[in-house]
């Protein structure tokens, strides 16, 4: 075996490609299709960035989060946990998306957050310092069983599943905001 003496400044080289190629072959692994990784953005953990999906500046994806499509995530924005950004959605800012939330078109930017298991569909713009929660899609589930009539049962499996999203007080407001009564025995 040949010993090779190297100056400081070669060795500073040597360690930086390393490093470089180390970094590369982890977004390469996590990468499919056409995406691509570029600045200082970054793909770990299970997370995967897919089809023409883009991932640039100080943009996050990790846990176990998708991007797909032709979904852009940039700025200081992060995907997480088993959340998806697909279609056209554009992710940007200090923008957060995680728990099971997904973007799929539509714009969510500035320090706006999507969580639990929100949707954020077509043109909808998530942005300032929104929360936008799964709570959405549950109010508009009760509001549509009161015009309909259904068995109280089904009526009372339904809130039950709505106050697994919704915090008490939230939802008994709601109740009386669109008239129904609660009756307590």
Do not use: W
Not at 69 to 80: L, M, N, Q
Not at 134 to 150: I, V
Request: glycine share 8%; with cysteine.
């Amino acid at each position: 075996m040949r010993t090779v003496k190297l100056n400081e400044t070669q060795l500073r080289i040597k360690i930086r490609r390393l490093i470089e190629q180390t970094q590369n072959d982890t977004k390469k692994s996590r990468l499919r299709g056409k995406a691509s990784v570029s600045d200082n953005a970054s793909v770990s953990d299970k997370a995967e960035l897919r089809d023409e999906a883009k991932a640039s500046e100080n943009a996050k994806i990790y846990g176990e989060a998708g991007v797909f499509g032709r979904a852009s995530v940039s700025g200081d924005a992060e995907v997480y946990d088993q959340a998806h950004v697909y279609y056209n959605a554009d992710v940007s800012g200090h923008a957060k998306i995680f728990e099971n939330a997904s973007v799929s078109g539509g714009e969510v930017y500035g320090s706006a957050q999507v969580f639990g298991r929100a949707e954020v569909t077509d043109n909808a713009k998530i942005h300032g310092n929104a929360k936008y929660q799964a709570m959405h899609g549950c109010l508009e589930t009760l509001k549509s069983m009161t015009r309909l009539k259904l068995p109280v049962m089904q009526k009372s499996r339904v809130m039950l599943r709505c106050l697994e999203q919704l915090s008490l007080l939230v939802l008994l407001r709601y109740l009386v905001v669109v008239g129904m009564v609660l009756k307590v025995k």
